[in-house]
């Protein structure tokens, strides 16, 4: 039983597009995070969520606690966009962390 | 500001044998947690310390344990080695704990179990 699910598992996309990556969870939570990973292993996050939504450049995040759900958007999609993507949550009970498998986004120029 | 120092970067030990991994965290950091990443398995949450206390662990057998000094700095510790501890050991560093605080991971460590 996955405690974070995300779809897709892969995207690819065209340059430009306007991506969304969705992350559905199944344990109550104290925060959210997303977090991209590149070729090689460095990770680094991109926000931590606890409520609404967040912007950074061309990234938004949103979340909705009732429905357990949060989604990752991409605007104006760029080859170097082109990485990983985990979705992690921070369990309220027992301070667990759990993690997606992730999703493989591909900005073909 | 230095980010978050793992060493080694690179670690190749036999089945069997002990591992220590060390972790510095952001100056000012009190949280350092660890994380296992497999193709298989994806990332797993390993143990959190917070000013020198366990503050939450996953489910990984006893073989793995931690430890984090007065300066915030942690080690990791795998004993009695098996293949399927070959991973990319990731740590990450963070203000607060991680419910409350982003993170901060470092490079990682590759181990490698022959």
């Known amino acids: 039983k996955n405690e974070v699910e995300q779809s897709p598992q892969n995207l690819t996309a065209q340059e430009g597009e306007f991506i969304t990556i969705n992350c559905s969870y199944s344990v109550g939570i104290s925060a959210l995070h997303w977090l991209q990973q590149h070729p090689g292993g460095g990770i680094v996050s991109l926000f931590m969520?606890?409520?609404g939504k967040k912007k950074h450049g061309r990234l938004i995040a949103t979340i909705n606690i009732q429905e357990k759900h949060s989604s990752l958007h991409i605007t104006a999609s760029h080859p170097r966009d082109s990485a990983v993507y985990i979705c992690?949550?921070?369990?309220?009970?027992?301070?667990?962390?759990?993690f997606g498998t992730g999703t493989s986004l591909t900005v073909i120029p | 500001k230095a980010g978050v120092t793992q060493t080694p970067r690179y670690l190749i030990k036999t089945r069997g044998q002990q591992v220590t991994l060390s972790c510095s965290p952001i100056s000012g950091h009190r949280s350092v947690s660890w994380y296992q990443q497999t193709p298989g398995q994806g990332l797993q949450f390993l143990f959190e310390y917070f000013s020198e206390t366990q503050r939450n662990k996953g489910n990984f057998p006893g073989r793995f344990s931690g430890r984090q000094f007065s300066n915030s700095r942690s080690e990791m510790n795998v004993s009695t080695l098996e293949l399927g501890d070959s991973a990319l050991y990731l740590c990450a560093s963070s203000f607060g704990t991680g419910d409350n605080s982003p993170l901060h991971f470092g490079n990682g460590t590759r181990l490698t179990v022959t």
């Open positions: 969520l606890s409520s």
């Open positions: 992690a949550v921070a369990a309220n009970t027992g301070n667990q962390f759990y």
